[in-house]
C-alpha cells in the first residue's frame, strides 16, 4: 500500500498561478500511475491529469489541457501538478491518486485507483 499526502492548495485570484505537490511513501512505484483528480460538492469526483512513473507519459481532460501540467520528480518520490491561469471553476478537492501496473492506454476512473490522498482545497476566487 502506498501512503500519498497533497499539499500546495490554498486561495488564488483568477489567472494566478498554483503549484500542488503529492508525497509518495510505502511502496516502489516503479510501474506505477500517478494521477490528480478533483471534487467540488454534490459532484463525482473527476480525473484531471495522470504520469506514468516510469515513462513520464502523460494525459489530460480536455479542460485543462494547455494550463495544468503534471510531473514527477523520481528521486523525491512525489508528484506535482502545476497549474497556470486558474479559473473560478478549477475550485475543488484536489485529490492525489495511485495505481500499480501500466498495461498502456489512459486510467482515468476513480474505481482504476486504488490508493488516495487526503486532498487538498484549491479555491479561485474572480
Known amino acids: 500500500q502506498v501512503q500519498l499526502v497533497e499539499s500546495g492548495g490554498g486561495l488564488v485570484q483568477a489567472g494566478d498561478s498554483l503549484r500542488l505537490s503529492c508525497a509518495a511513501s510505502?511502496?516502489?512505484?516503479?510501474?506505477?500511475?500517478m494521477a490528480w483528480f478533483r471534487q467540488t460538492p454534490g459532484k463525482e469526483r473527476e480525473f484531471v491529469a495522470s504520469?506514468?512513473?516510469?515513462?513520464?507519459?502523460?494525459y489530460y481532460t480536455d479542460s485543462v489541457k494547455g494550463r495544468f501540467t503534471i510531473s514527477r520528480d523520481i528521486a523525491k518520490a512525489t508528484v506535482y501538478l502545476e497549474m497556470a491561469s486558474l479559473k473560478p471553476e478549477d475550485t475543488a478537492v484536489y485529490y492525489c491518486?495511485?495505481?500499480?501496473?501500466?498495461?498502456?492506454?489512459?486510467?482515468?476512473?476513480?474505481?482504476?485507483?486504488?490508493?488516495w490522498g487526503q486532498g487538498t482545497q484549491v479555491t479561485v476566487s474572480s
Open positions: 510505502g511502496r516502489t512505484l516503479r510501474n506505477y500511475v
Open positions: 504520469i506514468t512513473w516510469s515513462g513520464g507519459s502523460s
Open positions: 491518486a495511485a495505481r500499480s501496473g501500466y498495461y498502456g492506454g489512459h486510467y482515468y476512473y476513480v474505481r482504476e485507483y486504488p490508493n
